[in-house]
């Protein structure tokens, strides 16, 4: 019998995400693309696994390595993919352009490399600009430079401006993105050519709140699979659908009297009789080892909480309250049931730190 725990990753839940993050960044007149973002490893859900799910109704897939890109490639994906770093040397062109990957180019010298490589194929390109996240894109300073490479290169396509809030899921986003979006303008004033390209700035955060940062491609990433990115609304209320519900179940039951510790460090004293049920789950599967002990968790269909320090392979919940509960009951630690949401806030994260890190060890099961 192998462990009793799972991962069950619900392929029409990602879809209907998929088509929720379209349709709000269609709202009005809006013909927005989407790209579904499906860096590390479709944030925990399985590269294929996610790109199998969407393949019909994705307008493309977003991701970093070129390694996944041509997997995705090698497994039949057909749409735009798009890689968000771009590329890292100038090797890897030749993949890039063997596997009509389209390309964000976020320093100069990339155009430089693009140019010298003198490529059988034009490739199109995503202009990443740097708005004021800090992070990765071309400065207002290096545009000439930009213009004059882009003019000189017979490498690139098609360009596509692009740009990313460092704001839009906090309490701060409606200013934070209205001063982004006027430096991104600012930054194209006088370049009349860029302002005939498309153009692409929104996540999920931005793509449901602000509206008016939809325009030609979005880039959902945590909302397809089923996690909110505002601390202040859960995922539910957004319309969204848990795509990853990680489940296990109870292998022991300790009765104990009051005064009595749970776990490493002790650091659960008991103050009434408990009845404490152990559940197959540890950080070793990647649940967090800094949950604290309340952190919420479902047993049998109902609520409870975690008692004291999450264990490698183990960690220990309170069924007091749940008699019916003991050996074999059903447990989910997030997912159907439980947000994600919900579990990463008492443990001081996202969801996103959650999803990513589910373990290998922890069997997938599709639905
Ligand atoms: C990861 C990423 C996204 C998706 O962000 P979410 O907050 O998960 O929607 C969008 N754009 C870029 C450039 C990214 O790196």
């Given at each position: 019998m192998p462990r009793p725990i799972a991962a069950r990753i619900d392929g029409g839940a990602l879809r209907h995400n998929y088509l929720l993050a379209r349709n709000q960044a269609r709202r009005g007149e809006g013909r927005a693309r989407a790209w579904a973002v499906v860096k590390a490893n479709a944030y925990g859900h399985g590269l294929l696994r996610a790109a199998r799910a969407l393949a019909d109704v994705a307008d493309g897939f977003a991701l970093l390595d070129l390694e996944e890109a041509v997997r995705l490639r090698d497994a039949g994906i057909r749409q735009p993919i798009l890689l968000?770093?771009?590329?890292?040397?100038?090797?890897?062109l030749a993949v890039c352009a063997a596997h009509d990957l389209t390309l964000v180019v976020h320093r100069l010298e990339q155009l430089q490399m693009l140019r010298r490589a003198s490529l059988p194929v034009r490739l199109p390109i995503f202009?990443?600009?740097?708005?004021?996240?800090?992070?990765?894109g071309l400065t207002a300073a290096e545009l000439p430079a930009v213009r004059r490479e882009l003019a000189a290169?017979?490498?690139?396509?098609a360009v596509t401006l692009m740009t990313h809030f460092a704001?839009?899921?906090?309490?701060g986003g409606e200013a934070c993105i209205t001063w982004q979006l006027e430096r991104f303008a600012g930054m194209l004033a006088?370049?009349?050519?860029?302002?005939t390209w498309p153009v692409s700035l929104a996540n999920s955060a931005a793509i449901l709140r602000y509206p008016?940062?939809?325009?030609?491609w979005v880039r959902p990433g945590i909302m397809l699979y089923g996690?909110?990115?505002?601390?202040?609304?859960d995922a539910a209320s957004l319309g969204l659908k848990p795509v990853m519900t990680l489940h296990s179940r109870i292998l022991a039951v300790q009765e104990i009297a009051v005064g009595e510790r749970v776990g490493y460090g002790g650091t659960f004293v008991a103050r009434r009789p408990t009845r404490v049920g152990v559940v197959a789950c540890g950080y070793a599967d990647?649940?967090?080892?800094?949950?604290?002990?309340g952190t919420p968790i479902v047993v049998a269909g109902q609520a409870t909480t975690t008692l004291g320090r999450v264990s490698m392979d183990m960690l220990a919940c309170d069924l007091t309250d749940l008699p019916?509960?003991?050996?074999n009951s059903p447990v989910v630690l997030w997912g159907e049931g439980l947000a994600a949401d919900a579990v990463a806030a008492a443990a001081g994260t996202i969801s996103y730190e959650l999803f990513c890190a589910l373990a290998r060890r922890v069997p997938v099961v599709e639905v």
């Open positions: 968000l770093e771009g590329f890292f040397e100038a090797a890897d202009l990443k600009l740097n708005s004021g996240m800090n992070r990765l290169s017979p490498a690139v396509s704001e839009a899921d906090g309490d006088d370049w009349p050519e860029a302002a008016q940062t939809a325009r030609d996690g909110s990115p505002f601390a202040d609304q990647g649940y967090p080892r800094h949950a604290p002990g019916a509960a003991g050996v």
